[in-house]
């Protein structure tokens, strides 16, 4: 070996036992994610499992010890979330829907490799101490770009589209940038209460929650604003932390300021798009946040003398748990008086009234109990699992089962519920495997509360459980951006610890022969989100090629996409389209074909091989009849039934495929 050679291979050995290594590559990946629309879309998702692939198989065969962090509720949760992600990959067999499938591996695989390395990072105090301040820093800085991109749009402008009053930038759903927001918050609380942390991280943690407060209000998510105060509580009570009085006093009045300012901002909130008022008055509540940020950081620095006298406090624990039923009181009985509770089985009984209300303002939403269809998704689904409660429907195939089986007309690719969509497309299997693993990462941070790390686990415990929530009212699962953090925090919290070496004690390091098994096994499985990742870049270009009236460039981009993964029916689509322009009606059937035999209940392709048939000159009725039993309130298969009735023969067919177009 060269001495180069060897220089590397010293360089990323020290790498590989950096304690704030692995941790910081977490929060560059939330960063990542988060800028890449949460991490939603197929090749990224596949991108990062193979980056987490990599970083867990550099980190076995790298680090001295690399598996010590990975204790029984660690371990048990990559186990359980391993065996569901090849249920889902096995589901293929049933749903007959193998991209689905993969797309749906890809995602769980993701989540599995990075809890694997967090947890297996995070053996040391030195790395348990930094995980907590990456994922902070990396949520925090999100929610402030995002907040910038709102109140000052023309030094950071965004790409139009959505609802430009709540705040969507960079996840491009406000309802996931609520989660974010919320799980900032708690880490924030977190690091700005810790006696262990330098002042310096205290203070700017406390600064940040100004501007992250604000930017949750402007998401108007009322999962996220109702979630983020319980959690600071529950955080609270569960690590008790000596810091907590400066931290509230120096943060709580500053940040309501703040939260004033920007609610009473009329311009800001109800501006659909950046006018010239907005514009202004977001200016204003920017210098507003900004000082109310800095006054809070000082505060904290300026109120710590504080701490000593509250660590010397210790309540009676019955005091402790009289306020707590008080606060428990006072909490319902208002629920009671605004009468919460009788609207919301209004709203439960009356589906016809279960949408929010459109008035231009953003801020009425907030007392709005109507669910936006969330009640009929979840019907879908639970019908779904009672249907198939032991296979499930087959991984990613919720969509299909809602546009057959939907009674509103909206168009959904989720059932905003994790849990009940497992159910539906991997069975009671599939949802029990989920349980496993969230329950495990739950319970291995809980069993730290009572230990040395109790504020570390009560913040992970905290995230964790803010996420599960969410996830069950909103499709957090698959935006990465939200649930690796929440994962994160819970494997470095129930992570094991690296053992106390007497005085003369070699350091010792594992045997080589594990560590390449280990890299060999998760580089074989890594080779799956590989091949989407190589797949979908070509695809991109057939997509934008053939809109673009390019089909010369959409056919090679679409084939090449065929050869590195042959499982994409939209290549196929690409091709017929092609095809058709250039005349060859027979050998567009044929790739319509191949598109449905790699997914035979999508009705678009039903629709797409009714409008092929139809050029050429054969009837297309009984596919539209396919398509429309599994759309049935679809009013594109409405009209286009109509008009092929209408029809007189293969020329009427003709003349209608010919003014149709394909569903890509």
């Keep these: 070996m060269s001495a180069r050679a060897r220089r590397l291979v010293a360089l990323a050995a020290h790498a590989g036992n950096v304690p704030w290594a692995v941790p910081a590559a977490v929060g560059a990946g939330i960063v990542v994610l988060a800028f890449s629309a949460g991490g939603f879309f197929p090749a990224d998702t596949a991108l990062a499992a193979v980056v987490a692939a990599i970083a867990f198989a550099g980190w076995s065969l790298l680090a001295r010890r690399p598996w010590d962090g990975l204790a029984r ?13 090849a249920w889902a990959l096995l589901s293929q067999a049933w749903s007959h829907a193998p991209l689905r499938a993969l797309l749906e591996f890809d995602r769980t695989l993701f989540y599995a490799l990075a809890v694997a390395l967090c947890a297996a990072a995070s053996a040391s105090a030195a790395a348990r101490a930094w995980m907590p301040r990456a994922i902070a820093l990396a949520l925090a800085g999100v929610a402030i770009c995002g907040l910038v991109t709102r109140l000052l749009p023309r030094v950071w402008p965004t790409p139009a589209g959505g609802e430009f009053e709540r705040l969507s930038y960079p996840l491009t759903y406000w309802n996931a940038m ?6 900032a918050i708690v880490a924030c609380v977190h690091l700005a209460s810790s006696r262990r942390e330098h002042v310096a991280v205290r203070a700017l943690a406390a600064a940040a929650i100004v501007p992250v407060s604000v930017a949750l209000l402007l998401t108007f998510s009322r999962a996220g604003l109702a979630l983020a105060p319980l959690a600071v509580l529950a955080y609270l009570l569960l690590a008790r932390p000596p810091g907590a009085a400066p931290a509230l006093l120096a943060i709580a009045p500053p940040t309501g300021v703040a939260l004033a300012v920007a609610y009473g901002a009329d311009a800001v909130v109800k501006a659909p798009a950046p006018t010239d008022a907005a514009i202004a008055q977001g200016r204003t509540v920017f210098v507003v946040v900004a000082v109310a940020a800095a006054v809070a950081g000082v505060l904290l620095v300026a109120l710590r003398p504080l701490e000593a006298r509250v660590a010397r406090w210790r309540p009676p624990q019955r005091t402790l748990r ?6 428990a009181g006072v909490v319902l009985a208002g629920a009671v008086v605004s009468g919460l509770p009788q609207r919301a089985v209004e709203r439960v009984a009356h589906a016809e009234v279960s949408r929010v209300a459109e008035t231009g303002d953003s801020r009425d939403r907030l007392t709005d109990l109507g669910d936006n269809g969330r009640l009929a998704n979840w019907r879908v689904a639970l019908d779904a699992t009672r249907a198939e409660p032991l296979l499930g429907t087959g991984a990613g195939t919720y969509a299909l089962q809602w546009v057959r089986d939907r009674d509103i007309d909206q168009d959904v690719t989720d059932a905003h519920s994790v849990w009940l969509e497992t159910a539906a497309e991997l069975g009671i299997p599939g ?3 989920l349980v496993a693993a969230i329950g495990a990462l739950a319970v291995g941070c809980a069993a730290r509360i009572r230990g040395p790390d109790r504020a570390l686990g009560a913040a992970a415990l905290t995230m964790l459980a803010v996420w599960v929530v969410h996830a069950g009212v909103d499709w957090d699962w698959e935006m990465p951006a939200v649930t690796l953090p929440a994962l994160a925090m819970a494997a470095c919290a129930s992570a094991g610890r690296t053992r106390e070496l007497a005085d003369g004690d070699p350091p010792g390091r594992s045997p080589w022969w594990p560590r390449l098994a280990v890299v060999a096994l998760v580089g074989a499985i890594a080779l799956t989100p590989l091949s989407v990742a190589r797949a979908q870049p070509p695809l991109d270009d057939a997509l934008a090629a053939v809109r673009a009236g390019d089909c010369r460039t959409a056919a090679a981009k679409a084939r090449e996409s065929l050869e590195r993964l042959s499982i994409r029916p939209q290549a196929h689509q ?8 250039a005349g060859r009606g027979e050998t567009a059937l044929a790739h319509i074909r191949a598109a449905l035999d790699l997914d035979p209940q999508d009705w678009r392709l039903r629709y797409d091989l009714a409008v092929v048939r139809a050029v050429n000159g054969l009837d297309p009725r009984p596919a539209l009849a396919d398509a429309r039993a599994r759309n049935p309130r679809s009013w594109l298969l409405r009209i286009a039934q109509r008009e092929t009735r209408r029809a007189e023969g293969p020329d009427g067919w003709r003349e209608w495929g010919l003014g149709s177009t394909l569903l890509l």
């Design 73 to 85: 509720a660690p371990a048990i949760a990559v186990g359980a979330l391993v065996a569901l992600a």
């Design 178 to 183: 609520g989660l974010l927001t919320a799980l």
């Design 322 to 327: 009289v306020a707590g039923a008080a606060l």
């Design 431 to 433: 949802l029990l495997l």
């Design 574 to 581: 690409i091709l017929a389209v092609c095809e058709l322009r």
